[in-house]
């Protein structure tokens, strides 16, 4: 069984830098893709981004392109979302998810994520 840890979140400023970081338990990551989304305050959660299981292939959310970059290590199970030039609308608390192994390829929708990190809150704020 797989689980998530992220960490990393806080308050910044705007146009400042985080990176969140999730790690994972199990010893089937290699093999999972991996997924970022969030939730902001009254609002569905929505996909961010994704990495494939040999993080040989990236999508983005397009309010985040060239913004946000995701990258992984699979021998250190961690997978990362480095964020950049951030805004007040990236406000929200971001979760990482493993995705389920059975589902299509492609990022999916939430509900192809079977494993759910705990969530790490980024604020956006001056």
Do not use: H
Not at 12 to 35: D, E, H, K, N
Not at 45 to 55: K, L, P
Not at 83 to 103: F, G, H, I, P, R
């Amino acid at each position: 069984q797989v689980t998530l840890v992220e960490s990393g979140g806080g308050l910044v400023q705007p146009g400042g830098s985080l990176r969140l970081s999730c790690a994972s338990s199990g010893r089937t990551f290699s093999r999972i893709t991996m997924g970022w989304f969030r939730q902001a305050l009254g609002k569905e959660r929505e996909f961010v981004s994704y990495i494939t299981a040999s993080g040989a292939r990236t999508d983005y959310a397009d309010s985040v392109k060239g913004r946000f970059t995701i990258s992984r290590d699979n021998a250190k199970n961690t997978v990362w979302l480095q964020m950049n030039s951030l805004k007040s609308e990236d406000t929200a608390v971001y979760y990482c998810a493993a995705k389920n192994l059975l589902s299509d390829i492609g990022p999916g929708t939430a509900d192809d994520y079977n494993v759910w990190g705990q969530g790490t809150q980024v604020t956006v704020s001056s």
